[in-house]
């Protein structure tokens, strides 16, 4: 992953996709519940995070300290019955055991890069669109990182 990429996000959802065949399509599921998710794969390409433990973690905070989705919008959409399905069905296919100690593994290199990041992120007026995305599909990945002052959060 580039930081300084000039693609723009349409371009690099794009090649996210293609990297992660594992992901879920949004258009594949219900309306509701795809406009999230899509909106969850866009802060992956624009916030450089990959699909394992640590990076799924991590984006939570990202987004609920610099995104629209702060963690109260964040609750009102986990009751979501179809966000409830995506755990269910990870639990299912993972197991709960593996689920938490997925995340626990994940945890003590974590933490200190988050406390980081709330420090970086905790006056932040300027947010990034999380479910309105669209006006930026068509911007370069550097130019809306640098909008929304992101490069100093990605390695």
């Given at each position: 992953m580039d930081r300084n990429s000039t693609q723009t996000l349409r371009e690099g959802l794009e090649e996210y996709y293609a990297l992660n065949p594992?992901?879920?399509?949004p258009h594949t599921q219900?309306?509701?519940f795809a406009k999230i998710l899509l909106a969850h794969d866009v802060g992956h390409v624009i916030y450089g995070c990959d699909t394992g433990m640590y990076d799924e973690i991590k984006i939570l905070p990202l987004f609920w300290w610099t995104s629209e989705c702060?963690?109260?919008r964040f609750r009102e959409m986990r009751n979501t019955p179809a966000v409830d399905v995506m755990y269910?069905?990870?639990?299912?296919?993972?197991?709960?055991?593996w689920l938490y100690g997925a995340v626990l593994k994940v945890l003590p290199p974590l933490i200190p890069e988050l406390i980081s990041i709330w420090f970086k992120t905790r006056k932040r007026q300027n947010r990034v669109p999380f479910l309105e995305f669209e006006p930026l599909l068509d911007r370069s990945l550097l130019d809306i990182r640098q909008e929304f002052d992101l490069l100093q959060l990605i390695k």
């Open positions: 594992h992901v879920t399509p219900p309306p509701e702060t963690f109260q269910d069905d990870m639990i299912a296919e993972k197991g709960v055991f």
